[in-house]
């Protein structure tokens, strides 16, 4: 029989995969024994070039590394190396194509972080068929508010199949009831279809990739268009940005629905043919230091988070021994997704300083799922870059974290209302074009128009340059104004979070029209049933508020059951908040 290495040692073809899937069946390397290597022994790095998924794996798939999926003890639970994902991913799309699933029919998959949803999503790309990754039911709420949302996506989607992890199943056969969807269940349900003898017909450049809904589509879902050149043009960029070489690897708890967490560490990493080792929120959420054990122990280069990753840890470690805890290896400590709050990020360089986490691993960045993900970037192991910025018309000074130089290829406008390009240290809105700029909505219909006018991305963020980097100050749908000042709500929810009843993600502030003028209000969730202790944190909330804007708020205590509402990334939805207010439900 021919061995997995000599079959790998010269580039796939359709007519090595029946002896492959043979030798792979009866081989040794099928068994979980370890890791995959964070290098490959004769495999030659290559960083660029591809022009779609399926031939990045193709080519992925002839080295040794790979993904291994870590439980919320730090167990290795599954190990996928490109090699099996490449033989399971087009067994799946013979399934696909058995069950007479259509090239360009979409395929939704729940996006829990396992082996089986990298199967799908690569099986579908060489069937030809479109993989819609939609949120797991994290923090979602109740189980009809989540089976309404994923109804919803599919819907949306125009969805012919929906697969879902086995616990997850029975949810998703709630929600694909009386829609488009022919196919549902767990992985079992499509690994009992028949593989077809016809050719694949993998998607290719030019191509539909995947859809990807944004983190606030929730009542209307709104897909973003990824296309296969967009998506490698990204890629391509963020790696060279990132500096990503043959000794990298990495280590992620993102969720594999949001765009961080699944192009940075699944779709580049694996264009990369680099190793990535995976932990799932809800694990990390359990231990937010196995994330930390994982980079020491497999003495990764590459993390990433939003601010709110890193302030969990740090707060985490007050109470537990850092024991041998080693950090030295990073040299990219990625943030972004989310407003970069300075803070947090020095009080985790200060708690793990002693565990060898170097400042200078801090790579700021700033992107958006409608660029696919990435669209600035800092200068590796350079740390953090601040900027003091002075308000008009104030004596209130904001530190910002500058956030790097747009990805090559791309250009970057910052615009007045009255749509001018602005100069330096001047606020207005982004916009953005080059060639990872979305096409478009998913569906394309009058309730999903484009943002795009003249090939230009309006953002709906707000920032300003500072030389030729920029600096993003908020969204500019948050913005609140009140008698012709501009007040940043991050300044107060931050403000208000350090106060020692709270913790982060418990405020949410914005303002609401009121007699032709504009008022604060702050919606605070907290835990205590004491009356008097209610009262005294209204007041010292109070207190914060006036200290951070200078104005006084209307403020709004409420139980952390069910809480502020969230978006599915896990980001605090203030437009939610908003219409829960306005609706009289606080």
Not at 27 to 50: C, E, K, M, Q, W
Not at 454 to 469: A, P, V
Not at 558 to 581: C, F, V
Request: glycine content about 10%.
């Amino acid at each position: 029989m021919t061995s997995i290495r000599g079959i790998l040692s010269a580039p796939l073809s359709e007519g090595d995969f029946e002896r492959y899937e043979i030798a792979l069946k009866h081989s040794a390397d099928r068994r979980v024994t370890g890791p995959t290597p964070s290098t490959n022994a004769s495999l030659p790095f290559r960083r660029n070039g591809f022009h779609s998924l399926c031939e990045a794996l193709d080519y992925a798939a002839r080295g040794e590394t790979g993904l291994n999926f870590f439980d919320a003890r730090g167990k290795l639970s599954s190990s996928l190396p490109y090699r099996d994902l490449w033989i399971e991913a087009q067994a799946f799309a013979r399934r696909l194509i058995g069950a007479g699933f259509e090239r360009g029919e979409r395929l939704v998959l729940i996006a829990d972080t396992w082996p089986g949803f990298c199967i799908a999503f690569f099986g579908a790309q060489y069937a030809g068929v479109v993989p819609v990754p939609v949120a797991v039911p994290v923090g979602m709420g109740s189980r009809a508010t989540y089976i309404e949302q994923l109804r919803g996506q599919v819907e949306a989607a125009g969805a012919t199949g929906l697969l879902a992890p086995d616990e997850l199943a029975d949810f998703a056969r709630a929600a694909a009831k009386e829609t488009t969807v022919r196919l549902v269940g767990p992985m079992s349900t499509f690994n009992a279809l028949p593989e077809s003898t016809d050719p694949l017909r993998p998607l290719g450049a030019g191509e539909r990739c995947y859809i990807q809904f944004s983190s606030g589509s929730t009542r209307k879902p709104r897909g973003i268009d990824i296309r296969q050149d967009q998506l490698m043009a990204n890629i391509d960029g963020s790696l060279a940005a990132q500096q990503v070489d043959e000794n990298d690897s990495g280590v992620s708890w993102l969720p594999l629905y949001h765009d961080m967490g699944l192009i940075g560490f699944v779709l580049a990493p694996m264009c990369a043919q680099r190793s990535i080792d995976l932990l799932a929120p809800g694990d990390f959420a359990k231990r937010p230091l196995q994330w930390l054990s994982l980079i020491s122990r497999r003495r990764a280069t590459i993390t990433y988070s939003p601010s709110f990753g890193y302030d969990l840890v740090a707060r985490r470690a007050r109470t537990k021994p850092l024991g041998d805890l080693d950090l030295s290896s990073l040299r990219l400590a990625g943030v972004g997704a989310d407003m970069i709050q300075l803070s947090v990020l020095d009080r985790f360089a200060d708690t793990f300083a002693a565990a060898g986490f170097d400042a200078r691993a801090w790579f700021a960045s700033y992107g958006m799922a409608e660029v696919c993900v990435g669209l600035t970037f800092a200068r590796p192991f350079h740390g953090l870059k601040t900027d003091t910025f002075k308000e008009a018309g104030s004596d209130k000074t904001r530190s910002f974290v500058v956030c790097g130089r747009v990805m090559a290829g791309h250009r970057i406008d910052i615009r007045s209302e009255a749509g001018e390009s602005l100069g330096q240290r001047e606020i207005g809105r982004l916009f953005v074009s080059g060639p990872s700029v979305m096409p478009g909505y998913f569906p394309d219909d009058l309730e999903s128009a484009s943002p795009l006018r003249d090939g230009w991305l309006d953002t709906g963020d707000l920032g300003y340059w500072h030389g030729d980097e920029i600096v993003i100050t908020g969204r500019a749908k948050d913005l609140i104004i009140v008698n012709g000042r501009n007040i940043w709500p991050q300044d107060i929810e931050w403000k208000v979070e350090t106060l020692p009843q709270l913790r982060r993600g418990d405020v949410c502030a914005f303002s609401v029209a009121s007699n032709d003028t504009e008022s604060l209000v702050v919606v605070v969730q907290a835990s205590s049933a004491d009356p008097a202790a209610g009262e005294a944190l209204e007041a010292d909330v109070r207190q914060a508020v006036k200290e951070a804007s200078g104005i006084d708020g209307k403020v709004i205590l409420i139980s952390r059951q069910p809480g502020l509402p969230m978006t599915s990334s896990g980001k605090l939805s203030r437009s939610a908040t908003k219409t829960n207010y306005l609706s009289g439900a606080y």
